[in-house]
């Protein structure tokens, strides 16, 4: 079993930046890939990063790339996602999930990652 908790979350205005990370526990982290999720209100939970075991392989989703990065220290149990010139529709919760598997894609839906966070909420004001 794999604990997820996210933080980082907050308030920002149009343009500026957050860091989200999320730290897990148990001694597998380092096998597992990692992603980052997000949910609106009243829309559908939506892929927007994922980063495989070892950080060598990245994705993102089209909405955030050239704006946000993905990221792992293994030795700290930690994915981070750093979110750069932050825009009003990327208000929503996010979250963290855990793949029982080495290897991700931005093709995974969110039924195929196995442990979830509680999720951190970000509003970006205009």
């Known amino acids: 079993q794999v604990q997820l908790v996210e933080s980082g979350g907050g308030l920002v205005q149009a343009g500026g930046s957050l860091r989200l990370s999320c730290a897990a526990s148990g001694r597998t982290f380092s096998t597992y890939a990692m992603g980052w999720f997000r949910q609106a209100p009243g829309k559908e939970r939506e892929f927007v990063a994922a980063?495989?075991?070892?950080?060598?392989?990245?994705y993102y989703a089209d909405s955030v790339k050239g704006r946000f990065t993905i990221s792992r220290d293994n030795a700290k149990n930690t994915v981070y996602l750093q979110m750069n010139s932050l825009k009003p529709e990327d208000t929503a919760v996010y979250y963290c999930?855990?793949?029982?598997?080495?290897?991700?894609?931005?093709?995974?839906?969110?039924?195929?990652?196995?442990?979830w966070g509680q999720g951190t909420r970000i509003t970006v004001s205009s």
């Open positions: 980063i495989n075991w070892s950080g060598g392989s990245t």
């Open positions: 999930a855990a793949r029982r598997s080495r290897y991700t894609s931005a093709q995974l839906k969110s039924d195929e990652y196995d442990y």
